[in-house]
C-alpha cells in the first residue's frame, strides 16, 4: 500500500478511500476471528500487552505502510463487540450498517457545524432533523409561542448538563435540582460544574422517584426547584411515574426535565409509546439515539418545550457570526450547542430516520424489549437463578440464588477475565445484581439459554 498522503475528500477522494475500505474491512474480521468472543481474554494486562506487541511504535522514524491493517486488527481482537449477544452490560448498541456507512461521509466531507460556511447543507438537514425529534416528544399540535426545538449532542451527559444550564438562566442562579435516588450520575455532576447548591435527593423505592416523597421535598425547599425526573434509569431500565411527577411540579411551580436517554427510544414504538406517556409536560427531555436507536457514538439530542429557552446559548464571534453576515441572512449557528467545531452527527441519524421509518425503528425498539421479557422468564422459571423485576425496557436484572454479593461479583468477573460474556452490575434492593442489557435486534432464544447457562456454569455450586 502506498503511505503516499492522498485526500479523502475532493475528486481523487473516492478512487483513494475504495481500498483502504477493504483493507479496514479486512483487518475486522481478522481481529473478530482472532478475538473469538465477546471481549479479548486474560484480562487488563494481557491485552495492554498484546495490543503493545501488535502496534509496536507509533510514531517510528520512517513510517509503516501496513499501519492501517496492523492497527484496525489489533483494535478489533482487544474490543469488546456489542453484536456479541454475550455482549449485555451497557446502554452499548451494535450500530446499523446503513448508520454507520453514513458517518464515512461526514468523516469524508469534515463539515464543521459552528458557521454556514463550513457546513451549508448540514446546517439545514440539522435542522430539519431536530424539528422532527422535538415534534416526536412534544408533538405536532399548533401551540401558542415558538414552540418546540430540539439540538443535537454527544449524548446524555451533554444533554442533561445543558438542561441544567438553561433551567439556571431561566430561574435564575439559586435553583436547587431535586432529583431521584435513581437519577444518572450526570445530572449532580452537572449541578456542581454551574455552580449550583447541592442537589435534594428524594427516595426512589423498587427504583423509581417517589411523586409523594418529590411533593414533600418541594413543599419544604425554597425555590426555585428544577425536578429531573428518569424514563428510563441505567441500571433497571425503570421510568419513573412521569404523569404524576409532572402534576406536583405543576402544583409548585417546577421547572421539569426529564432524562429519557435509554427509554426515549419507546417513542417509535406504538406498542411501548404509552410509557413515556407526560413525557411532554417536560421542559426538556434528553434522548440519545446511540441507544435504542443503534447509531454510532456519538448521537445524543436534547429537547426543549419552548425554543425561546435556547436564546441564552446565542454567542458572538465575529469570525463565525458577524453582525452584517446574519442580517445579510447567513444562518448564526453558535447557539446550537456550546460545541465550536462540532461534526455533523445528525447525517447517520437522518439517514436511519428515512431508512427505517417511525415503524422500522419501533419495530427494532419491540424485538429488544421482547428479548428481555424472554431472558426474565428464563431467568424466573430456573430455580437456580433469582429475578429483581420484569423488565420495563431491555434491561434485566437477575443473580444466581442464595449467592453472597462477593460471589455474584466474582462471577462477572470471571467471563470478563475469560472473554466469554460481558454483564453488568448493579446494586440495588441492598443487594448485587448481574445486569444484562439487551440491545442487539439479532439476538436469538436460544442464544439467551445459552447466556443464562454460561453464569450458571461459573457460579461455584
Not at 15 to 40: I, S, W
Not at 326 to 333: E, F
Not at 412 to 441: C, E, H, S, Y
Request: net charge negative; aromatic share 4%.
Amino acid at each position: 500500500m502506498s503511505t503516499s498522503p492522498s485526500l479523502a475528500s475532493g475528486p481523487e477522494g473516492p478512487h483513494a478511500l475504495r481500498p483502504l475500505l477493504d483493507t479496514v474491512l479486512d483487518a475486522l474480521d481478522e481481529g473478530a476471528k482472532a478475538r473469538g468472543g465477546p471481549l479479548p481474554s486474560g484480562g487488563p494486562a494481557a491485552v495492554a500487552a498484546r495490543v503493545r506487541a501488535a502496534v509496536g511504535d507509533v510514531l517510528p522514524d520512517q513510517g509503516d505502510p501496513n499501519a492501517l491493517h496492523t492497527v484496525v486488527r489489533a483494535l478489533a481482537e482487544a474490543a469488546a463487540d456489542p453484536a456479541d449477544p454475550f455482549c449485555t452490560a451497557h446502554l452499548h448498541c451494535p450500530p446499523l450498517a446503513l448508520a454507520t456507512a453514513a458517518d464515512l461521509a461526514v468523516c469524508v466531507l469534515n463539515p464543521s457545524l459552528d458557521s454556514w460556511d463550513q457546513a451549508p447543507g448540514a446546517s439545514e438537514l440539522e435542522a430539519l432533523v431536530t424539528g422532527v425529534l422535538a415534534s416526536e416528544v412534544y408533538g405536532r399540535a399548533t401551540r401558542t409561542g415558538p414552540g418546540p426545538a430540539a439540538l443535537i449532542t454527544t449524548g446524555g451527559t451533554e444533554s442533561n448538563q445543558l438542561a441544567l444550564l438553561l433551567a439556571r438562566e431561566a430561574q435564575g442562579a439559586g435553583v436547587r435540582l431535586v432529583h431521584g435516588a435513581n437519577a444518572h450520575h450526570s445530572l449532580p455532576r452537572a449541578a456542581w460544574l454551574l455552580g449550583l447548591s447541592e442537589p435534594v435527593v428524594v427516595p426512589a423505592p423498587a427504583g423509581a422517584l417517589d411523586p409523594a416523597a418529590l411533593d414533600e421535598a418541594l413543599t419544604e425547599l425554597p425555590g426555585p426547584h428544577l425536578v429531573t425526573a428518569t424514563a428510563g434509569t441505567t441500571d433497571a431500565g425503570i421510568v419513573d411515574p412521569l404523569p404524576e411527577i409532572a402534576a406536583v411540579c405543576a402544583s409548585h411551580g417546577a421547572r421539569l426535565h426529564i432524562d429519557a436517554a435509554y427509554g426515549g427510544g419507546l417513542l417509535f414504538s406504538g406498542r411501548y409509546r404509552d410509557r413515556l406517556t407526560g413525557l411532554d409536560a417536560a421542559d426538556t427531555v434528553t434522548l440519545d439515539l446511540h441507544k435504542l436507536g443503534w447509531q454510532p457514538v456519538a448521537a445524543g439530542v436534547l429537547a426543549v418545550r419552548d425554543r425561546g429557552d435556547l436564546a441564552v446559548l446565542h454567542h458572538r464571534a465575529d469570525y463565525l457570526n458577524a453582525d452584517d453576515d446574519t442580517d445579510a441572512g447567513l444562518p448564526d449557528l453558535l447557539g446550537l450547542s456550546l460545541r465550536t467545531s462540532r461534526r455533523p452527527d445528525v447525517l447517520k441519524i437522518a439517514v436511519t430516520l428515512k431508512t427505517l421509518g417511525r415503524t422500522g425503528l419501533g419495530r427494532l425498539v419491540e424485538q429488544v424489549c421482547d428479548h428481555a421479557r424472554e431472558f426474565a422468564a428464563l431467568v424466573h422459571d430456573h430455580p437456580g437463578f433469582e429475578l429483581y423485576d420484569r423488565p420495563t425496557l431491555s434491561t434485566v436484572l437477575f443473580r444466581p440464588a442464595h449467592a453472597a454479593d462477593d460471589t455474584v461479583a466474582a462471577v462477572r468477573r470471571r467471563l470478563l477475565i475469560d472473554g466469554r460474556a460481558v454483564l453488568g452490575r448493579a446494586r440495588t434492593d441492598g443487594r448485587l445484581w448481574l445486569k444484562a442489557t439487551l440491545l442487539n435486534p439479532r439476538t436469538r432464544p436460544d442464544d439467551l439459554a445459552a447466556l443464562l447457562q454460561l453464569v450458571e456454569g461459573n457460579t461455584p455450586g
